[in-house]
């Protein structure tokens, strides 16, 4: 039982210090966005508050969730009784449910995170996919990043729209309609920065398109780059 309030606690700080990397590459504003981590081998994950901004944010202000995104407050360890931690005052982020449908959906995935970073929400505004033109997209994207359906906040419908878009895709990011980009990865580290080059390549083929049209890569190079990059960059 040690184990997992250790677990916990560890994921809770993890989380809450990778916000600050969405302010640092000013992916988000006011208190909008949000990272969230699955506790590893628990139905369990950790996500922002909502409504508090990120300067406020501690590791113990991380709300821990159960994978239907209700809040878990403490849990009875027996002998010792209950190990309560957080603030019960509170609420989980108001896109909980999207990452919690595809926490449940894609057991792989490890962390998500949603912003509403300029360049690829304005792709999303447009409903358009990201083209793979870029060699850095080729190496992070596996192609290009994906439009997944409009959906209204308040259950899980956006998740099941992001599952539902990247379950056939190698990307780790989707732009969802009108609304702004998710990104998963293995872990809460590897959304953030599945997060930041959606950001950084979203700007930069905008900006190739106010010049011309960009270069397409075809299918073959495309799947070497990738296959490169996840497989052989860095081991």
């Known amino acids: 039982m040690s184990a997992l309030l250790d677990t916990i606690a560890r994921v809770r700080k993890e989380v809450c210090e990778l916000h600050a990397e969405l302010t640092r590459y000013e ?63 509170l609420s989980p982020s108001s896109d909980t449910a999207a990452h919690a449908y595809v926490y449940r959906h894609m057991p792989e995935v490890g962390g998500v995170v949603h912003t509403h970073s300029t360049y690829a929400t304005a792709w999303a505004a447009r409903g358009e996919e990201i083209p793979c033109v870029l060699t ?35 990307s780790p990011a989707v732009l969802m309609q009108n609304h702004g980009p998710f990104t998963i990865g293995k872990d809460a580290r590897a959304a953030v920065k599945a997060a930041v080059m959606c950001e950084e390549v979203a700007k930069t083929v905008h900006v190739s398109r106010q010049l011309g049209d960009p270069l397409p890569i075809n299918q073959a190079q495309i799947e070497s780059l990738y296959d490169r990059y996840q497989n052989v960059y860095g081991r």
């Open 27 to 89: 992916l988000v504003v006011w208190t909008a966005g949000n990272v969230s981590a699955r506790i590893p081998g628990h139905d369990l994950m950790v996500i922002k508050p909502s409504g508090i901004s990120y300067a406020e944010l501690t590791p113990e202000s991380m709300v821990v969730t159960d994978l239907y995104g209700t809040p878990v407050r403490g849990i009875n360890t027996g002998s010792n009784g209950t190990v309560d931690w957080g603030n019960p005052d």
């Open 136 to 170: 850095m997209m080729g190496d992070e994207f596996g192609g290009p990043i994906p439009v997944g359906p409009f959906a209204l906040i308040g259950d899980d419908s956006i998740g099941q729209g992001i599952v539902a878009t990247l379950k056939g895709s190698n």
